[in-house]
């Protein structure tokens, strides 16, 4: 057996186990040791990588970049798919004041004022700046959904919470596409003719055609199970494999088009959620969260195996600082500064929990991964891997004691003020 087919072998070994015994602990890991599993499996990723125990190498696999982007590409495709059957069917609808702010302005503001942190710290180039910056934009569905699932969560927060995180962290991804190309485009075309194909070439063929493309598919996908049930031609596990089909499937067809395939994914999701006749027991969803759960501690472990430890250290202080900023500055004061204009924020701690919960995750590592492949510039992986890290480090260790916090908060003011409409009513 070659050295590579035996660290294959070895990787498949190490990551079965990795889900199996998280699996069995995730509830002590969460409640008592106050950490989620991504944490967890980032952390292990870092002990059997170079950096630790030197028990995997990805390098000898290939390119590491083509090995993440990759990785992160089929990740997202499953974690955006149960990211938008876990919406109610009539959602984006009934919303779409909601979701256009913040998929419109707010997601501008987090790229200039992400953008804005960086420049002041690192002093780069304006273009690679915003490249940076449009990279760490998008809120990841992945990290978020470990906020937004669970015995915790939906005890303690309210579905119209949950509901538009998980609506914007799986939009906002597609959308970061854009603003990831733009960049990238003015780097390596004069200006005039680069906004030219960004134009047409990058918002019309690879954004509105994937947002076609994937209607078209989740639509017709959910018409074709709603025919299967009635004339009883499938089996309840044919109908949960489904939506994992349909994941694999759209982001497979739309990028050998060349266009957007992590949008079309979560389009085709919304569209398959409209369209099929649901069932009581939703076997798409279950089928979707334990698929999303395999792939997604794998790649966190992966993140962990390539972290640049050494190129970390080399921006010395500075490292700590944009670390700090990023995560206070990027999302919450453009959310307390919107949030009078969404409604499903109803007082502050609302907008608190939603400013503070918007994670950098997979998603980033996925643009980052693509930055480099279509720049060559390895500072962007440095300093994008950064603050994903940091980002996974931070949000893992507050996503419990947060909720619970914001939990007791609402318990504390909603019960005195229902008890008072009894009383008057």
């Known amino acids: 057996m070659s050295h590579a087919v035996y660290q294959f072998y070895l990787a498949l070994t190490f990551v079965g186990l990795i889900v199996l015994l998280l699996g069995l602990v995730t509830g002590s890991i969460t409640n008592r040791l106050y ?72 997601m501008v503001l ?18 690679q700046t915003l490249l940076i910056g449009a990279i760490l934009t998008p809120t990841d569905p992945v990290v978020a959904g470990s906020v937004v699932t669970g015995d915790l969560a939906r005890r303690v927060i309210p579905s119209r919470i949950r509901n538009i995180i998980s609506a914007t962290s799986g939009a906002n991804d597609g959308l970061g596409y854009p603003l990831v190309r733009l960049p990238i485009i ?3 075309k004069p200006a005039g003719a680069a906004l030219l194909f960004w134009a ?46 349909l994941s694999l ?56 195996m390539v972290i640049p430890w050494h190129a970390w250290t080399a921006l010395g202080w500075r490292a700590a600082l944009l670390s ?16 009078k204009m969404i409604a499903s924020l109803v007082g502050l701690p609302d907008a608190l929990f939603l400013g503070w919960f918007g994670p950098i995750g997979i998603s980033a590592v996925f643009y980052a991964a693509l930055a480099v492949r279509e720049t060559g510039m390895n500072d962007v992986w440095t300093i994008s891997s950064l603050l994903i890290a940091a980002s996974v ?14 939990g ?15 009383r008057t009513a």
Do not use: C
């Not at 006749?277 to 969803?285: A, F, L, V, Y």
């Not at 007791?408 to 009894?422: G, V």
């Open 35 to 106: 950490v989620s599993e991504t944490l967890v499996a980032f952390a292990l990723g870092v002990l059997v990588g170079p950096l630790g125990l030197h028990i995997f190498d990805l390098g000898i696999w290939g390119p590491r970049n083509v090995l993440l982007e990759n990785a992160a590409r089929i990740t997202l495709a499953i974690a955006l798919m149960g990211s938008a059957l876990r919406l109610p069917a009539a959602y984006p609808m009934q919303t779409k004041r909601d979701l256009g702010i913040m998929l419109g302005p707010l």
């Open 110 to 127: 987090m790229w200039l004022s992400t953008s804005a942190i960086i420049w002041l710290v690192l002093r780069l180039v304006v273009w």
């Open 186 to 188: 003015m780097l390596a």
């Open 200 to 245: 047409w070439h990058t918002i019309f063929y690879e954004v509105l055609l994937a947002v076609l493309l994937g209607a078209a598919l989740g639509a017709l996908s959910g018409h074709l199970v709603n025919w299967s049930r009635r004339h009883e031609t499938g089996t309840p596990a044919s109908y949960a494999a489904l939506a994992l089909a």
């Open 249 to 304: 499937g759209v982001v497979g067809m739309v990028r050998l088009m060349g266009s957007d395939s992590i949008l079309a994914v979560f389009v085709a999701g919304l569209a398959f959620r409209r369209v099929s006749e649901r069932t009581t027991h939703h076997p798409e969803e279950w089928v979707q969260d334990a698929v999303s759960r395999l792939l997604t501690l794998p790649i966190f472990v992966l993140l962990g």
């Open 324 to 339: 700090v900023a990023v995560l206070l500055l990027r999302q919450l004061p453009s959310v307390l500064l919107l949030r």
């Open 393 to 406: 480090v931070v949000f893992g260790i507050t996503a419990t004691p947060l909720t619970r916090l914001y």
């Open 408 to 422: 007791h908060y609402r318990s504390a003011n909603e019960n005195p003020r229902r008890e008072q409409e009894r």
